[in-house]
């Protein structure tokens, strides 16, 4: 092969690739120049003013979640569609007021956790169209229309996990439940125009669960220039922040999602944010190279809080006047700081400033030359620029409450400037100093934490008071019987207290993952760990499965007994043998969790479920031994609820405290093959006396 064509085959190489780039930018460009976004997120909910699904009760297919605060028990939450009758809703006037607000794209819930869907599906009866539901129309359908007609980009919110669809999480996941999940999107993706966005919000498992390498070559196919978040668990076009404004990044598209109030879906006013903090977020957002996709939500009739419109729409004047500074615009190259933010288009760059010394703004040095400062607020402005930084002055009377913008001309594209550190301020510094203080104060008290125990009676310790002791036979297990010999189990889970004692005493603590509830102090090169107070008798939680054995391990040389993580068979029957009734609650599934004033602690190996005030009863039945999960109703009151994947009915007695349900496709406390050995909710270990 000669030289000619080697050059030739590397130049048609390039080519290929910088088409590839240049198409993959063009697909997301319209995106990165938007900017500001709507989210709705909307439905039957709306009717008791809660948050969406979040406030659906027990039971949930397939999840752990719970929302004590705000519960709306399912036989309720479930018929709501029923009474929902949004008469008001037009989507031409919902459109009309994004662009009012300055906004170039909507988003809108199509389908949440709870499983309604606001489309006309053939997958589920449980949806806006439904002949039981007043309302009877198409939501997204005629959403979609209207944003087509206007021109304004329209994307798709849809949750993949569905606490309403019995083969969620269920045995039939991976068939029944995947053909009804890819219908639907099939359907979203097929039905209604051009798809801009697609929004999953998965909340757990990974892309294995959802067969999503599969579902985003198909959806690729549907709808080819479609943006997917990152939520599938197969990378996507844009990271999603959650109610907080993303870190500076210019190398991963990111877009903030925050709510005007509190809460996702419609509740009144209260809880909402000012204008002034509103704008901050959306400058704060755009200044770290992100966009911010606000969430609004419409009332039981259809329209929208006046007070959230009149926000919104304050916004959108203000982009009138300054859009320039907003749209098509990147974050830097000054970093967010004290001072505020800065974004830049060509030879300019735009500083949102919230906060002057004074009547100063100082930057770090800017390696381009500045030929002119201009402030586009009213008043002016003076610069100076030298090797030190760059210093504007700016009268206290020109000076706005939310955001003075000055516009600087530079000789060189403001993009290409690597993004700069902003300066402290001194007082900023200060508070940092004071941080660092309080800081040092943490860790003299996790040393002084670390050699003085707390009493025992106020710290559960795993003594040989608190072993139950599970005698030898057989028991049901997966479908069969088989035979665990005798062996001793905690009482109550590994506390924080106690991991932290066993962090500290360990050469290299960072190579143990450790609960949330625990905090991590450095000083002087040595790491010190914490528990937070008020959680010391807190189960630990996130804990890898070698980490659990590596507490074992520990636990072993501190005692002079012999603990091990339980194998999934031994917690199986720990969970079902009553020591106290000398018999086994024979139930496929248990209660994750109950809470007593004290403590947290699994319900599966209490010694009493029925002692009132101690211990909250729990529900005892029979199962279907085919079932691989199965789940019930805690609600503090004396019921009957019965599972389609439970044969026998399930007395629930009442309790004054609340439950988990849990699913044994992902089972927590210590099964051998588990990734992480507490699952949710902490985990326990088995003791040898021998």
């Not at 807190?538 to 636990?555: G, I």
Request: charged share 25%; hydrophobic share 35%.
């Amino acid at each position: 092969m000669n030289k000619a064509k080697v050059v030739f085959g590397w130049l048609i190489v390039l080519c290929v690739v910088s088409f590839c780039y240049s198409a993959e930018d063009e697909r997301i460009q319209w995106w990165r120049q938007a900017k500001f976004g709507l989210f709705l997120n909307w439905g039957p909910v709306s009717l008791v003013g809660k948050d969406i699904s979040w406030c659906r009760g027990l039971p949930r297919t397939g999840e752990e979640y719970a929302t004590w605060d705000q519960r709306v028990p399912a036989r309720i939450y479930d018929q709501l569609y029923k009474r929902f009758n949004p008469v008001d809703f037009n989507a031409d006037q919902w459109v009309q007021m994004a662009k009012d607000a300055g906004m170039k794209y909507i988003v809108y819930d199509a389908k949440h956790h709870d499983g309604f869907a606001h489309f006309d599906s053939k997958y589920s009866d449980y949806k806006i169209t439904s002949p039981e539901s007043p309302f009877g129309r198409d939501i997204v359908k005629e959403l979609a229309d209207a944003c087509h007609r206007a021109d304004m980009r329209f994307g798709i919110y849809y949750s993949p996990p569905d606490w309403h669809n019995p083969d969620y999480l269920g045995p039939e996941h991976d068939t029944k439940f995947i053909k009804y999940f890819h219908g639907q999107i099939e359907e979203l993706c097929n039905n209604y125009g051009k798809i801009d966005i697609l929004w999953f919000d998965g909340l757990r498992g990974n892309a294995e669960d959802w067969h999503a390498e599969e579902l985003v070559k198909k959806i690729k196919k549907w709808q080819g220039d479609i943006l997917i978040n990152n939520r599938l668990g197969v990378g996507g076009d844009m990271g999603t922040p959650e109610q907080v404004v993303g870190n500076f990044d210019r190398n991963w598209p990111w877009e903030s999602c925050i709510t005007i109030t509190s809460q996702w879906s419609w509740g009144g006013n209260e809880n909402t944010k000012s204008y002034k903090d509103c704008m901050k977020i959306l400058l704060n957002t755009v200044g770290g190279d992100g966009n911010l996709l606000f969430n609004v939500a419409p009332n039981p009739q259809g329209t929208f809080d006046p007070t959230h419109v009149e926000i919104i729409k304050k916004m959108g004047q203000w982009l009138k006047k300054y859009g320039q500074t907003i749209y098509s615009t990147r974050g830097g190259p000054f970093k967010p700081g004290d001072f505020g933010v800065s974004t830049c288009k060509d030879n300019k760059i735009y500083l949102h400033v919230m906060n002057f010394n004074n009547e100063e703004l100082k930057l770090n040095p800017l390696p381009a030359k500045i030929k002119k400062a201009t402030l586009l607020t009213p008043g002016q402005c003076s610069f100076k620029q030298d090797d030190a930084g760059v210093t504007i002055t700016v009268a206290k009377e020109f000076q706005q409450d939310i955001d003075t913008i000055i516009e600087l001309t530079i000789d060189k594209p403001a993009i290409e400037i690597k993004p700069i550190v902003p300066i402290v301020s001194v007082e900023k510094e200060a508070e940092r100093k004071e941080l660092n203080l309080q800081n040092e104060a943490e860790v003299l008290k996790a040393q002084k934490f670390a050699k003085e125990p707390t009493p025992v009676d106020q710290i559960i310790l795993d003594d040989k008071e608190n072993i139950v002791i599970v005698p030898a036979g057989k028991f049901p297990f997966r479908g069969k019987e088989v035979f665990v010999d005798t062996f001793g189990i905690q009482k109550y889970e590994v506390t924080n207290y106690q991991y932290c004692q066993f962090l500290n005493s360990c050469e290299n603590p960072d190579s143990h993952r450790y609960s949330s509830k625990i905090r991590k102090l450095q000083q002087d090169a040595k790491t010190l760990y914490q528990t937070k107070s008020g959680f010391e008798n807190y189960p630990v939680v996130v804990v890898a499965y070698k980490d659990a054995c590596a507490y074992a391990d520990w636990k072993s040389k501190t005692t002079g007994l012999k603990y091990s993580v339980p194998a999934e068979a031994q917690w199986e029957k720990a969970a079902a043998w009553d020591p106290v009734k000398k018999h086994y609650y024979n139930y496929a599934i248990q209660s994750d969790e109950i809470r007593t004033d004290k403590f947290a602690c699994s319900s599966s190996i209490l010694f009493n479920r029925d002692v009132e005030g101690f211990y909250a009863p729990i529900a005892v039945g029979s199962y279907n031994a085919k079932s691989y999960y199965g789940c019930y109703d805690m609600s503090g009151n004396v019921q009957e609820w019965t599972s389609g994947m439970i044969d026998d009915k399930m007395i629930l007695k009442g309790g004054s405290y609340w439950n988990y349900h849990t699913s044994c496709r992902c089972f927590s406390r210590c099964p051998m093959n588990a990734s992480y050995a507490g699952g949710d909710r902490g985990f326990r270990l088995v003791v040898d006396f021998d």
